[in-house]
């Protein structure tokens, strides 16, 4: 034994010197790997989009999955709801507001390698506007007359009649640049310009996104490899899987009545936001007794918002008085237009010629805010002496064929997410069947000037007519309800736009 211990004494030295160098270097890698922040996210959705390209298809789910991921547009809406330049670094607007010149991006390429210029956005803006297009949103381009593009950087834009929102309007999902090869597959594999990849679609389940390594903006620091939205409709399976970390985020977390059930939690953070979610009770004004405006007016005092924000979404909400937010600008808080008065409501609907009520229908959705709100609403029809019937329509589908297009409702109960959408007054045919040529004329004004401070202006004369008039019940403006790993950084807290944006998104070391 004392042999081996002579013999091996230099080797034996040699070898545990080896081994100590090993162990710590062991060591290092180890506490490395622990101490470097994560490159990967699985957010969470309720709602699974039903194709993944937003210029063919209106639910808001394609844009929080695509939106500013894997597509881009001219413009973009920050996280604050202003207009900033995207694939155009810079424009000019001629005096009469009816030529827009676009100064393109050089040195985009979309994510299957074809570059992105001035050929390609005309390709993209024709194919929103043009006779066979189902863009959701093919009004926003209707201002549009042609197109030129004198220079593969220069875009320009000869308009019919002025547009001021249209800068504004060019940054939605529904305007995207798409390449023009693949965009008859970007309901399935969606290509674009932007910093995250199509990876995979697994249908019922997740799509997930890797790292676009060639992003055009290189004073962007993506610091995600990967990020996996994951599709959830049950409430408690959202919350559970929150607390089991087998989702990092969810940004629009569906139950409000849970929300507490987090407080315990030091991994995860609570986070209450704005939207652009107007809930409202859409009136058909063209059936009676909803024809007649002392009707609807006395509908809406018998309203008491702030029991309606507790009943149906735990009093987590803000009350509205017209189809406006208080993120969207020139806002009114206009409330106090008919506030709860439950007296004068009846007064009102005996001078309508309803001394002893009526009876209507409501078509309400069935999820849990439309629900929730209804019966809320029932009961307090029922203190002026108003009978209200809740039909449950499935939404989606039926909701769509019955109300939105053959308008064959009395009242209906729908959060409406599209920002500064107060423009549905003024569109024939719309569901509520609302007709006033004095509010279509100011929604006019605002499209002739591209003047912020007086669209602002023009925006507030429209709150205030839709306030008195009560063509819907204004009633509140859902929170956005974002649950999260307190490590994660970058989501936007605030909802100016149905998104999810992961540019930003990175994990705290």
């Not at 207009?83 to 000019?92: D, H, I």
């Not at 107007?278 to 809406?300: H, I, T």
């Not at 002739?448 to 839709?466: R, V």
Request: hydrophobic share 40%.
């Amino acid at each position: 034994m004392g042999r081996m211990t002579f013999l091996g004494s230099a080797t034996m030295l040699r070898s545990a010197a080896f081994g100590f160098a090993m162990a710590a270097g062991l060591f290092l890698a180890q506490t490395g790997a622990q101490a470097a922040p994560k490159t990967a996210i699985t957010v969470g959705m309720s709602v699974e989009p039903t194709g993944l390209d937003p210029t063919a298809a209106a639910p808001v789910a394609i844009g929080q999955v695509t939106w500013q991921n894997i597509f881009e547009g001219l413009t973009t809406i920050d996280k604050s709801g202003k207009v900033q330049p995207q694939l155009a670094e810079s424009w000019q607007i001629s005096p009469d507001g009816l030529t827009y010149t676009f100064k393109l991006r050089q040195g985009v390429t979309f994510h299957n390698g074809v570059a992105f210029d001035s050929s390609v956005a005309k390709f993209s803006l024709d194919r929103a506007r043009g006779a066979d297009s189902v863009n959701p949103q093919k009004r926003y381009f209707a201002s549009i007359d042609t197109i030129e593009t004198p220079g593969a950087s220069t875009l320009v834009l000869k308009l019919k009649q002025p547009a001021g929102s249209l800068l504004y309007w060019l940054g939605w999902p529904a305007s995207v640049m798409v390449e023009p090869k693949s965009a008859a597959d970007n309901k399935t594999t969606p290509i674009g310009t932007g910093p995250f990849k199509f990876a995979s679609w697994a249908k019922g389940s997740k799509v997930d996104l890797a790292r676009n390594p060639d992003y055009w903006n290189k004073d962007v620091s993506v610091k995600l490899d990967t990020a996996s939205f994951r599709f959830m409709a049950d409430p408690q399976a959202q919350a559970a899987a929150l607390k089991a970390g087998d989702v990092d985020a969810f940004p629009e977390f569906a139950a409000p009545e849970l929300i507490k059930s987090f407080e315990g939690d030091t991994r995860l953070v609570t986070v209450i936001g704005n939207t652009e979610l107007k809930v409202v009770a859409g009136m058909n004004n063209a059936r009676k007794p909803f024809d007649d405006k002392r009707v609807r007016q006395a509908l809406m005092m018998a309203v008491d918002r702030a029991t309606v924000v507790e009943g149906a979404w735990s009093g987590l909400g803000t009350p509205i008085g017209s189809h406006y937010t208080p993120n969207d600008r020139g806002y009114k808080d206009l409330t106090g237009v008919y506030p709860y008065d439950p007296e004068k409501a009846k007064a009102l609907l005996a001078e309508a010629g309803y001394a002893s009520g009526f009876t209507f229908t409501i078509k309400a959705p069935q999820m849990a805010y439309a629900q929730r709100t209804s019966q809320v609403l029932q009961a307090m029809f029922a203190e002026i002496g108003v009978t209200m019937n809740i039909e449950t329509t499935e939404f989606p589908a039926k909701w769509v064929a019955d109300v939105m297009k053959a308008t064959d409702y009395d009242m209906t109960i729908v959060a409406h997410a599209e920002p500064m959408d107060i423009d549905i007054y003024a569109r024939d045919p719309y569901y509520f069947n609302y007709k006033n040529p004095a509010f279509n004329d100011v929604l006019k004004k605002v499209e002739a000037t591209a003047d912020p401070s007086e669209q602002e202006k023009l925006y507030g004369e429209a709150q205030t007519i839709l306030a008195d008039d009560v063509p819907a019940l204004y009633l509140f403006v859902m929170p956005k309800l974002g649950v999260w790993d307190g490590k994660v950084k970058g989501l936007w807290e605030n909802e100016p736009i149905p998104s999810n944006v992961l540019t930003d998104v990175h994990w705290e070391e």
